[in-house]
């Protein structure tokens, strides 16, 4: 079983909303708690690149390109990650994927769930 799980990716138009899942059910309670945890995306043909990140303390930061419009938020109890894309545009288009950070020296990658915007 993969240490992160991705869901929730597809097709929706621009100006639509997605609401990408990530779960950790691996982790123990213990473990998953005092984890970073972000979402980073691949545009087609591009690098990989950080979209926003939400620490243990819940304190969040999101890349200047989807502020005011994307929301990262955590269950701890459920040990899931949650990003919420509103208003979405073409150039959201990409690979989506979870990365924990257990801050111990242990981070995982998810396998990455796709999200095209059509215009």
């Known amino acids: 079983q993969a240490q992160l799980v991705e869901s929730g990716g597809g097709l929706v138009q621009a100006g639509g909303s997605l609401t990408l899942s990530c779960k950790a059910p691996r982790n123990i309670f213990s473990v998953f708690t005092p984890s970073d945890m972000a979402w980073y995306r691949q545009p087609p043909g591009k690098e990989r690149e950080l979209v926003a990140t939400?620490?243990?303390?819940?304190?969040?930061n999101y890349a200047d390109s989807v502020k005011g419009r994307f929301t990262i938020s955590r269950d701890n109890s459920r040990k899931m990650v949650y990003l919420q894309m509103n208003s979405l545009k073409s150039e959201d288009t990409g690979v989506y994927y979870c990365?924990?950070?257990?801050?111990?020296?242990?981070?995982?990658w998810g396998q990455g769930t796709q999200v095209t915007v059509s215009s």
């Open positions: 990365y924990q950070d257990q801050r111990n020296g242990v981070t995982y």
């Open positions: 939400i620490t243990a303390s819940r304190s969040t």
